[in-house]
């Protein structure tokens, strides 16, 4: 009774992804990252209400297990972008231009594992992921050693130079990852997702946010989606969240989802 009573304060969506990985084989994160590292991939996001989540997993077969740790299937992440005082970067992900990039620092709450991160465009529009460790306590702030990390990354892919950045943006959701390992390919399922800046905060649908990550684009999970008539929507959480803080900023390319989409927003501290 006490476990439905607090499933029941849960939204829908978290409901149907705790759901979807009860019943699922578990697999360690060292396995996880032996198997399906994929640190150069495809990834695709996709949008499902809680029905439709259950229809999609309901879908993938055992081979699909569900990342566990310390007998954990669900997991608090929170991130921490950085960006220039003018959106630089959001402005060249609304653009579409080639060779932009993230910087953001990641924490796993539950593994206090905090990772500083810089994402860049490869070949073919492929994902390329670098990243280092760093304490927890660094989150929210650009240490000399990450930007010397960050610059040295650009000047390689893009042979650019960094430029000055503060935090633009701090996030957070729930996230479980089915896994195949015997492919790689991976599936990241978030939920509960919340937006802030000093101004406000964001909080997102009541909706799974799924992120397909294969080495090519056509994997199981891509081919269920589709089966269902679900497609994938050019988004970005880092995007997003800048769009619905910032209403003065353009975001063209989201107008149609922020405007469908029910963002709840409340002013900082509130």
Known sequence: MQETNQKQRFSQARIAMECAVDDRSGISLADVVENAALQTRVDKKFLLT?????????????????????????????????????????????QGRRRRYKVRSRTYVESELCMFEIKTKGLRGATVKHRREQPIADAHVLTPENLEFAAQVLAQEYGHKMPKLVPALRNAYRRATLVDPVDGERVTCDVDLRFADTDGVVHGPDMVIVETKTADGRGISDTALAELNIRPVSMSKYCLGVATLNPQLPANNWSRLLKRLDWQRTAAGG
Do not use: C, K, W
């Open 50 to 94: 809680p029905e439709q989540f259950r229809q999609f997993t309901n879908r993938l077969g055992p081979e699909f297990s569900v990342m566990q740790i310390n007998g954990l299937r669900t997991f608090q992440y929170r991130s921490t972008y950085f960006d220039t005082p003018d959106f630089e970067q959001y402005v060249a992900h609304r």
